[in-house]
């Protein structure tokens, strides 16, 4: 572990052995697994925001750029089925949707039997970058993941997805406490 290489313990594992001494009845095994979780994320991200800004593109324009290309030829998609994949509300879509086109990235469609519908689709130039990029992203994560062999990865995918099932289990739980109090 890199926070182990001089034998010194590393900040997660200083504040578990200050809570050990401080509060040794309480159980910090959370604490372990979900720091842990927080600085890996924190350290993830800004490795990402900065490989994808060299493109002069932002995280949010190019979630809408990695979205329009999974879907495949045309590669175009409304506002709407891109903020129902999770990239924030339709007005927030819109407002990445204006950045990219303004960039050339994306153009903006009608549909031919329903003038209501607006498509956004991938340009040429829209296309040739976000397979770029997204292969460059790709070498990155598997830098950040050099350390970890490809079992590993297995089951760590494995964990992760069950503790994402954890939280949202907890979240239903609170959110009916809360309903119920």
Same mark, same amino acid.
């Given at each position: 572990? %890199?926070g182990r290489?001089?034998?010194?313990k590393?900040?997660?594992?200083? #504040? &578990?052995? /200050?809570? $050990?001494r @401080?509060?040794?009845? +309480?159980? !910090?095994?959370?604490l372990?697994?979900? %720091?842990?979780?927080?600085?890996?994320f924190?350290?993830?991200?800004?490795?990402l !925001?900065?490989s994808?800004e060299?493109h002069? +593109?932002? #995280?949010?324009?190019?979630?809408?750029? =990695?979205?329009l290309r999974? $879907?495949g030829?045309p590669?175009r998609?409304?506002?709407?089925?891109?903020a129902?994949?999770g +990239?924030?509300?339709?007005?927030?879509?819109? +407002?990445?949707?204006d950045?990219l086109?303004?960039d050339?990235?994306?153009?903006?469609?009608r549909? $031919?039997?329903?003038r209501?519908? &607006?498509?956004?689709?991938?340009?040429?130039?829209?296309?040739?970058? &976000?397979?770029r #990029?997204?292969?460059e992203?790709? /070498?990155?994560?598997?830098?950040?993941l050099a350390? #970890? =062999?490809p079992? @590993?990865r297995?089951q760590l995918?494995r964990?992760l997805r069950?503790?994402?099932?954890?939280?949202l289990a %907890? /979240? /239903?739980a609170?959110?009916e406490?809360?309903?119920?109090?």
């Open positions: 572990m %890199a290489r001089n034998g010194h590393d900040a997660v594992e200083a #504040v &578990v052995a /200050d809570w $050990a @401080e509060r040794p009845e +309480l159980d !910090t095994s959370p372990e697994v979900l %720091a842990r979780l927080h600085r890996s924190l350290r993830y991200n800004a490795q !925001t900065s994808i060299r002069g +593109l932002s #995280v949010a324009g190019f979630d809408v750029l =990695t979205a999974r $879907a030829a590669y998609l409304t506002a709407g089925q891109l129902d994949q +990239l924030v509300s339709s007005a927030g879509v819109t +407002l990445r949707i950045r086109e303004k050339g990235l994306i153009v903006r469609e549909d $031919a039997d329903d209501r519908v &607006v498509y956004s689709r991938l340009t040429d130039d829209g296309l040739a970058t &976000v397979d #990029v997204f292969a992203h790709l /070498d990155n994560e598997r830098r950040m350390e #970890v =062999t079992a @590993e297995r995918a964990l069950k503790l994402e099932s954890s939280i %907890a /979240d /239903d609170f959110d406490a809360e309903e119920s109090a």
